[in-house]
């Protein structure tokens, strides 16, 4: 990746909005299209004070439906091209997220999610056909920059989409960060790209997701280019998987978190360790593919697993079929938000997290948890 001159090395004060901007531009994004949604809405405006310095393009679509679609054209030219919004805005791109995977295009995709109650909606999708896009969940603002990069590497890679999942904290919070080009390899040149380069000559190029062709130069057709595209999703699932875990060799106790809220369970695991609990966690970084051999494996000693989500428990599936009923597979987590039903409810709470986790870890599986904390302005 080439850094521009706009994009400085230096550690700077940065809304993690504006961090996840400037990670994009370093990796070569140069078209987004979306519509304001809270807390996605400080993505696009960042979007659009920065691209055009950059001698790029942000378009404040008219809708969802035609922010994707426009990305899916700047896509198909060969640019590194991104649109994003909350789940809700996220359901209405959903017919165009199957259709540009199945034409294999590298579509970049934000999730500002209100909460976790998208986990269904990033790693299932409501499209059609034999598809899956890669799944990125950061921690914080810093593993935001860095995967925003990766990203896009991967899109191109696999020329397969690729979503960041992102949330209200990661949105709003300001830290200290670099955005820092770092190198990947080389990657083939857009051979497939339809950039009008050829117009005329009887070697245009066509994009499908029926893997047609074009001017006498017919594609594999339906069912080869189908059967091809499952084959790389099970070569992306065997590569892709990224995940973090500490203190699972001898834990009793696992609890298993995605996204900001891991964060949370990550210190007070750190916490309770110091103090001589066995407890450990795993952290997916991937949500699709899921590293259930790594849960899997931490599950093979302990005598319960939890999960920890801010929903009515959705990735707790993914857990559930990992475990394979090594232990039982409980939920510490539940739905928590402020009272706008956007931000920061009152289970995201370091202490609160600590009480959850220590009446599981000694009472077990069959434990009676501290109730879930109410907003209470909500």
């Given at each position: 990746?080439?850094?521009?001159?706009?994009?400085?090395?230096?550690?700077?004060?940065?809304?993690?909005?504006?961090?996840?901007?400037?990670?994009?531009?370093?990796?070569?994004?140069?078209?987004?299209?979306?519509?304001?949604?809270?807390?996605?809405?400080?993505?696009?405006?960042?979007?659009?004070?920065?691209?055009?310095?950059?001698?790029?393009?942000?378009?404040?679509?008219?809708?969802?439906?035609?922010?994707?679609?426009?990305?899916?054209?700047?896509?198909?030219?060969?640019?590194?091209?991104?649109?994003?919004?909350?789940?809700?805005?996220?359901?209405?791109?959903?017919?165009?997220?199957?259709?540009?995977?199945?034409?294999?295009?590298?579509?970049?995709?934000?999730?500002?999610a209100r909460g976790q109650s998208d986990y269904f909606q990033a790693t299932r999708g409501g499209g059609h056909g034999d598809y899956r896009h890669i799944v990125l969940?950061?921690?914080?603002?810093?593993?935001?920059?860095?995967?925003?990069?990766?990203?896009?590497?991967?899109?191109?890679?696999?020329?397969?989409?690729?979503?960041?999942?992102?949330?209200?904290?990661?949105?709003?919070?300001?830290?200290?960060?670099?955005?820092?080009?770092?190198?990947?390899?080389?990657?083939?040149?857009?051979?497939?790209?339809?950039?009008?380069?050829?117009?005329?000559?009887?070697?245009?190029?066509?994009?499908?997701?029926?893997?047609?062709?074009?001017?006498?130069?017919?594609?594999?057709?339906?069912?080869?280019?189908?059967?091809?595209?499952?084959?790389?999703?099970?070569?992306?699932?065997?590569?892709?998987?990224?995940?973090?875990?500490?203190?699972?060799?001898?834990?009793?106790?696992?609890?298993?978190a995605f996204g900001t809220p891991a964060r949370f369970v990550r210190y007070v695991v750190h916490q309770l360790r110091a103090d001589g609990e066995k407890v450990g966690?795993?952290?997916?970084?991937?949500?699709?593919?899921?590293?259930?051999?790594?849960?899997?494996?931490?599950?093979?000693?302990?005598?319960?697993?939890?999960?920890?989500?801010?929903?009515?428990?959705?990735?707790?599936?993914?857990?559930?079929?990992?475990?394979?009923?090594?232990?039982?597979?409980?939920?510490?987590?539940?739905?928590?938000?402020?009272?706008?039903?956007?931000?920061?409810?009152?289970?995201?709470?370091?202490?609160?997290?600590?009480?959850?986790?220590?009446?599981?870890?000694?009472?077990?599986?069959?434990?009676?948890?501290?109730?879930?904390?109410?907003?209470?302005?909500?």
């Amino acid at each position: 990746m080439t850094a521009t001159t706009a994009v400085r090395d230096e550690r700077r004060l940065m809304e993690g909005s504006e961090a996840m901007v400037e990670a994009a531009i370093a990796a070569g994004c140069r078209f987004f299209a979306g519509y304001p949604m809270t807390p996605f809405t400080e993505l696009l405006e960042h979007f659009a004070r920065r691209l055009p310095e950059e001698g790029g393009v942000c378009i404040n679509a008219e809708s969802e439906l035609e922010a994707v679609g426009m990305a899916w054209g700047a896509l198909a030219t060969g640019a590194r091209a991104a649109t994003g919004s909350t789940g809700q805005g996220l359901s209405l791109m959903q017919e165009s997220f199957s259709e540009i995977t199945l034409a294999e295009l590298p579509l970049v995709v934000f999730n500002m999610a209100r909460g976790q109650s998208d986990y269904f909606q990033a790693t299932r999708g409501g499209g059609h056909g034999d598809y899956r896009h890669i799944v990125l969940a950061p921690i914080d603002i810093a593993e935001a920059v860095e995967l925003t990069q990766l990203a896009f590497h991967l899109a191109d890679r696999w020329r397969s989409p690729v979503l960041i999942y992102g949330d209200y904290l990661l949105a709003h919070v300001t830290e200290a960060v670099s955005v820092t080009p770092f190198s990947v390899p080389a990657l083939p040149s857009k051979e497939w790209a339809v950039d009008g380069s050829l117009g005329g000559t009887g070697r245009s190029r066509s994009i499908s997701p029926l893997g047609l062709g074009k001017h006498g130069h017919p594609g594999p057709g339906i069912e080869r280019h189908l059967r091809a595209i499952a084959g790389k999703l099970a070569d992306i699932e065997r590569e892709e998987q990224r995940v973090e875990h500490a203190y699972t060799d001898d834990a009793e106790t696992v609890v298993v978190a995605f996204g900001t809220p891991a964060r949370f369970v990550r210190y007070v695991v750190h916490q309770l360790r110091a103090d001589g609990e066995k407890v450990g966690y795993v952290r997916p970084i991937s949500l699709w593919p899921f590293p259930s051999a790594v849960v899997a494996d931490a599950s093979a000693g302990a005598r319960v697993v939890a999960t920890f989500e801010l929903s009515a428990g959705q990735m707790i599936d993914d857990v559930r079929l990992a475990v394979l009923g090594r232990a039982p597979v409980v939920r510490l987590g539940g739905i928590s938000t402020d009272g706008s039903g956007f931000g920061v409810g009152a289970l995201l709470d370091a202490e609160v997290v600590r009480d959850r986790i220590l009446a599981l870890h000694r009472g077990g599986p069959e434990a009676e948890l501290p109730p879930l904390p109410v907003n209470e302005r909500g």
